[in-house]
């Protein structure tokens, strides 16, 4: 009985396989040479293709203001994260000068579309040193909302560089 529901199971998987299929050839761009190691195409979504949408129009999610203003100002610090569709920055852990026993961590969302104080959300997490290591301090909220209004300023600024150039 094993045998005949074996043999019926090829059967079936054999006649199922009898078309002349061929798997679909990617197509490249002529001037796209690809990658020299996979032979992949190396054409894609650059990080500056994004940043260059600067009207929050098709290109990105969120408002493109906020994430160009909010990349400027975490540009000092080390990225471990960037996730423009969702419109999340997450830095690498970074010790301020004036403080060598602390270090803090970014986690950067942009919430909306459009250029508003409620458009953007920073959490700054912090750790302190003690003698075996990093220990979990909490999260500085002065530090985040300070941020956040560095950040939208940053963001109107961009703005009005924006409009000045578009109107000369």
């Known amino acids: 009985m094993k045998r005949f529901i074996l043999l019926s199971s090829l059967a079936i998987l054999t006649a199922c396989s009898g078309g002349n299929f061929s798997s679909p050839q990617p197509t490249q761009d002529p001037e796209d040479t690809g990658s020299f190691l996979t032979g992949r195409s190396t054409s894609g979504i650059s990080l500056s293709d994004l940043t260059n949408n600067l009207g929050g ?3 990105l999610p969120v408002n493109a203001l906020l994430w ?5 100002v975490t540009s000092i610090l080390p990225i471990d ?10 830095t690498e852990w970074y010790s301020l000068p004036n403080k060598p026993n602390e270090r803090i961590k970014l986690a950067i969302f942009v919430l909306d579309r ?8 920073v959490v700054v997490y912090v750790q302190e040193q003690n003698g075996s290591g990093w220990q979990d301090a909490g999260i500085d909220q002065s530090l985040g909302i300070k941020l956040e209004e560095l ?3 940053r963001a109107r600024e961009i703005r009005a560089a924006t409009a000045l150039q578009t109107s000369e």
Not at 81 to 86: H, P, R
């Open 151 to 153: 950040i939208l300023t």
């Open 114 to 121: 459009e250029l508003r104080s409620d458009g953007i959300r």
């Open 57 to 59: 129009g098709a290109g």
């Open 68 to 72: 160009r203003a909010a990349l400027d």
């Open 81 to 90: 994260d960037v996730d423009a569709f969702s419109g999340s920055i997450v």
